[in-house]
């Protein structure tokens, strides 16, 4: 199994933006719709953002209208575009194939941490 490579986090001041990147293997990557999740200390991970193979995008409501998510298919990418981020926005990030499922392997996650 190809593990995901998810970078672009770090810390970052309440208000702030930061774009995710996730690398994932081609055959994970261009039959799957992906989505980014995050999981913070003493929660279970959650979905953020989804993108579909034809581009359809699914937000929950606590991101919406600040979180965008792409995807490159030429380069086996998927992106993660966060605007006005707030102090509960702090976890580590992470891309799978939606829905996670065995055979897809989780990555090691990029850690974003917004301060008040």
């Known amino acids: 199994q190809v593990q995901p490579v998810e970078s672009g986090g770090g810390l970052v001041q309440a208000g702030g933006s930061l774009r995710l990147s996730c690398a994932a293997s081609?055959?994970?990557?261009?039959?799957?719709?992906m989505g980014w999740y995050r999981q913070a200390p003493g929660n279970q991970r959650e979905l953020v953002a989804l993108i579909r193979s034809g581009g359809i995008t699914h937000y929950p409501d606590s991101v919406k209208g600040r979180f965008t998510i792409s995807r490159d298919n030429a380069k086996n990418t998927v992106y993660l575009q966060m605007n006005s981020l707030k102090p509960e926005d702090t976890a580590v990030y992470y891309c799978?194939?939606?829905?996670?499922?065995?055979?897809?392997?989780w990555g090691q996650g990029t850690q974003v941490t917004v301060s008040s």
């Open positions: 081609g055959s994970t990557f261009s039959i799957n719709a």
């Open positions: 799978n194939v939606y829905p996670p499922r065995t055979g897809y392997s």
